[in-house]
């Protein structure tokens, strides 16, 4: 039998306000077994290109990434955010590394080619991207993986690729030798029917149910690479994926998702 691990990733709803990162934080840091994190941070990111006067572009909640705006993420996520989580958590007693994926060439990527949109320095992974044995040997060691969403394509350029890609990926690869869970965590209790509902949570989707909601328009932007990247690591060995709210990860209240 696997042993277990968790793979959790967390966006900038959560990071954009201290009090809820450190409330996830302690959370994270309580959950027992092996773990990983996973961040993203394009709400303050976003913020902060809008304060520089540089206008950020999404397409279906993907980040178009120029060079300019790979500057700044690259200073945001790799940097202020990526060291301020692993500080938080070397706080509660959890021995965190925190990396992109250019270090130990843990996770290489590709750029994205262009067809109907350009995005830039954005980077797709594919089934051999992620080095699943350096990250094993990591938690072996006793080490918390925090992975923020810069990687690199082997030639020495940065790419930043969706934090929910990263997650998704990542689960994937660890599949192979752990039995996985992957949480989404965000700032609502699940996947909502009614976005102006708060308690409107789907308890349970399959991937019918899942086409099903996006051709009715009920999941749309941001929410959709969340899951096609959660479908899309069922699909590929984890067990099991649950979208969550990031200060209720011990609520029954969630939304479970499954194949069928």
Do not use: W
């Amino acid at each position: 039998m696997k042993p277990e691990l968790k793979v959790f990733k967390i966006g900038g709803g959560i990071i954009d306000h201290e009090s809820d990162l450190q409330g996830f934080l302690l959370l994270f840091s309580q959950v027992a077994g092996p773990k990983i994190l996973v961040h993203g941070g394009g709400k303050g990111a976003s913020e902060m290109m809008k304060n520089l006067g540089i206008a950020p572009k999404m397409v279906n909640g993907r980040r178009i990434t120029d060079a300019i705006t790979l500057d700044l993420v690259t200073m945001f996520y790799a940097g202020k955010t990526n060291k301020q989580i692993v500080a938080g958590l070397q706080r509660h007693g959890i021995n965190a590394l925190g990396i992109s994926g250019a270090d130990g060439n843990v996770i290489q990527a590709v750029t994205r080619p262009v067809r109907e949109i350009d995005y830039g320095f954005v980077g797709d992974l594919s089934e051999a991207s992620v080095n699943a044995e350096l990250i094993h040997q990591f938690i072996t060691l006793g080490l918390t993986p925090v992975f923020c969403p810069i990687n690199h394509d082997g030639h020495g350029q940065l790419l930043n690729t969706n934090a929910d890609t990263i997650a998704a990926s990542v689960a994937k690869a660890m599949s192979r030798k752990y039995a996985v869970t992957l949480h989404f965590c965000f700032e609502k209790r699940g996947v909502l029917s009614d976005v102006n509902d708060e308690n409107s949570v789907i308890p349970r989707i399959s991937l019918a149910d899942y086409a099903e909601l996006k051709e009715s328009g009920i999941i749309t932007a941001g929410m959709l690479p969340k899951l096609d990247n959660a479908f899309d690591a069922l699909q590929f060995g984890v067990d099991k994926v649950v979208v969550e709210h990031a200060l209720h990860i011990n609520d029954e209240l969630k939304t479970m998702l499954c194949l069928n």
